[in-house]
DNA sequence: CGCCCGCTTGACACGAATCAAAAAGCGTGG
DNA sequence: CCACGCTTTTTGATTCGTGTCAAGCGGGCG
């Protein structure tokens, strides 16, 4: 029911709920930190087990037979994940980071879970779009508005509206959630970088300098210079 | 609230029920029978409408502010649509052929929202993967399987497996589903014919030869012949 | 310190987009 | 029934954006 894998397969991170009927309140308790790569549950695993993100990051993906993957969502503080998955998963699920879970009960209120299922929608389909219609730089833009959306510091820049967040993803964890190679990432963020609407530092720690410029480039509205 | 649109801005569809309270056991009408390429609601417009393809398509899409159009889903007899839009509707909705809606009303189930919600969710989260990871012929293929699936005949040919379809979308709808252009996708179903897999009838009737070995190349894990 | 892993950058290849034109449908009307 | 004009589809030639392959670079950690 709870199978979690540490990064190379050691004990379950919540040995302890792994009774049966120990769920009382189980949607207020507190997990241990998870390390990175922790795989939460895994695709065509039975069981729905569900969860709010409540520090941390994690990504939900599939992956083709011959072991192409796209990441469905990166999910951060406040989400949840594990929602519609049917009996059988769909998606395999990852921290990317040092990142916190809470169990959440089956049942929540209709409307609650109707915002819930309504949001991922959303998402879904906004990713829809991405992957249909925009070019690689679009992509890039639009990650990294949603990013600050999620990760972003409400401790913002002295610079208008510029946006600072720990980028959680790998460029090839941003490469398999946006369609494209690693190579491609890094690319447009090294354009995006030169143009002047970002900076990168320590590696991953990103700021948007200017988070308008960016949300035209990811509408398509405005090019990117080469 | 019911803003129908003909092909060229003409009468709405449903007239009599435009006025106010009229909605009485609205989830049991039959509406007329839409023409090809009518907006039922539009991108952006207020409202939910919610209603149930009883026989046609429609085509759910997103568009660019330059003009690029991504179709989301498109949806055959028994699914809804309108669901999860929220109070501003984030698709436009359009008719691909003669199409027979009926008013849903809004309050369902909860299993029965969670079990379209989840459904809505599955298809969009397929959609992400074709959209990120495959390539132009799994892509037409995996969009062949799924139609069959909607629109397929129950009577199915003599061949073992065959079955055949009436295709509702042009070539450029297809293209705007699957993140193609129109030649892409003439290209690839001319291959596809090649390759004895599928035929063409009529410009619109569709016979999936060996869905068998389109579902191999659909997944990847068999190439198609150049 | 030095290995290792993730990232960057460059050269080249390839798949799909674009541009262009011919062919095939399809309804209309003679 | 066939000729006509329009739309959609098919096919071809070429371009362009990403992917692929291959080195370097750099920072963190043992």
Chains 1, 2 share one sequence.
């Not at 915002?115 to 890039?140: C, D, H, I, N, Y």
């Not at 510091?153 to 610079?159: E, L, S, V, Y």
């Not at 970088?193 to 720690?205: E, H, M, S, V």
Request: proline share 7%.
């Amino acid at each position: 029911m709870l199978q979690m894998l540490a990064p190379h397969g050691a004990t379950p991170p919540f040995p302890n709920l792994s009774a049966p009927l120990a769920e009382v309140r189980i949607s207020q308790v507190t997990g241990p930190l998870l390390p990175p790569r922790t795989m939460v549950f895994r695709e065509g695993s039975a069981g729905t087990p569900q969860y709010r993100v409540v520090d941390g990051c994690v990504a939900t993906a599939q992956t083709l037979s011959d072991g192409r993957r796209q990441i469905i969502d990166l999910i951060g503080p406040g989400r949840l994940i594990g929602l519609g998955f049917g009996d059988r998963n769909r998606c395999s699920a990852e921290t990317l980071g040092f990142t916190r879970l809470e169990a959440v009960s089956e049942t929540m209120a209709q409307g609650e879970r109707d915002q819930a299922f309504a949001e991922m929608l959303a998402r879904s389909q906004a990713l829809v779009m991405l992957l249909g219609r925009k070019t690689a730089p679009e992509r890039v833009a639009s990650a990294l508005l949603d990013l600050a959306g999620q990760f972003g510091r409400p401790a913002r820049d002295k610079r208008r509206g510029a946006i600072t967040f720990h980028l959680y993803p790998t460029r090839g964890d941003l490469a398999d959630w946006l369609g494209l190679t690693l190579e491609t990432v890094s690319r447009c963020l090294s354009r995006l970088k030169k143009a002047g609407l970002i900076d990168i530092r320590q590696g991953d720690l990103v700021t948007l300098l200017d988070p308008q410029k960016l949300s035209g480039i990811a509408a398509g509205d405005r090019p990117l210079s080469p």
